[in-house]
């Protein structure tokens, strides 16, 4: 088992540029999160899908953001257009069905200048 | 609204010198308590789930307890591979799996 494989580990990219960060569950995984870290905020829940369906997006700083999961393998998360204030670290996590935790991936450092 | 508070923010320890973490909370309807290990530049990595006050886990150097308010996470003769920052979550009932963290405690373990 791979883990929770998320892509690019870094991106760095100007304002106003479209940013789209990828995320593969663990197989069999039925949940699937998008949070977002910083330093002052911590871990704070953007959106989360339950069977390839979002069942709460209202950490969702704002419409900019957008996610999806077409399939139970592969989830998106774009920022268009990018601002600096969206500098963080996203992590993509996955869980199963009464789970007992979360399986975090490495996280996608994002760095908007 | 959940909410978890970790306290302290920094914490440095000598090896061997044992100390304990706070996470409090409130939440409505607590399904679970749980505490993650976060090391630089890598995910977090689950430690424990508590369900009920009472409830207590260990592993290795680690015990986590919960009561009604708080929980804590015990650190017995920490070795400096024990550093990290160690973060506490809530899941509510009725809240689907989604969890709530604390902003984290940094460890930091001296030899």
């Known amino acids: 088992d791979a883990g929770v494989i998320q892509s690019p580990r870094h991106e760095v990219t100007e304002m106003g540029q479209e940013v789209t960060l990828r995320c593969k569950p663990i197989?069999?995984?039925?949940?699937l999160f998008w949070y977002r870290q910083t330093m002052m905020r911590g871990l704070e829940l953007l959106i989360y899908?339950?069977?390839?369906?979002?069942?709460?997006d209202s950490g969702m700083p704002e419409d900019r953001f957008s996610a999806k999961m077409p399939n139970a393998s592969f989830s998106t998360l774009k920022i268009q257009p990018s601002e600096p204030r969206d500098s963080a670290v996203y992590f993509c996590a996955s869980s199963p069905v009464g789970s007992d935790g979360y399986t975090f991936g490495s996280g996608t450092r994002l760095t908007v200048v | 609204e959940d909410q978890v508070t970790q306290s302290p923010e920094a914490l440095r320890l000598q090896e061997g010198e044992s100390s304990s973490l706070n996470c409090s909370y409130t939440v409505s309807g607590l399904r679970g308590l749980f505490w993650y290990r976060q090391d630089p530049g890598k995910g977090p990595e689950f430690l424990f789930t508590?369900?009920?006050a009472g409830e207590e886990k260990e592993k290795e150097r680690l015990k986590a307890t919960l009561t009604k308010k708080e929980s804590f996470l015990h650190i017995t003769a920490p070795k400096p591979e024990d550093s990290a920052t160690y973060l506490c979550?809530?899941?509510?009932?009725?809240?689907?799996?989604?969890?709530?963290f604390g902003t984290g405690t940094q460890l930091k373990v001296e030899l």
């Open positions: 197989s069999g995984h039925d949940y």
């Open positions: 899908f339950n069977n390839n369906v979002p069942i709460d």
């Open positions: 508590l369900y009920s």
């Open positions: 979550a809530v899941q509510a009932g009725g809240g689907g799996n989604k969890l709530t």
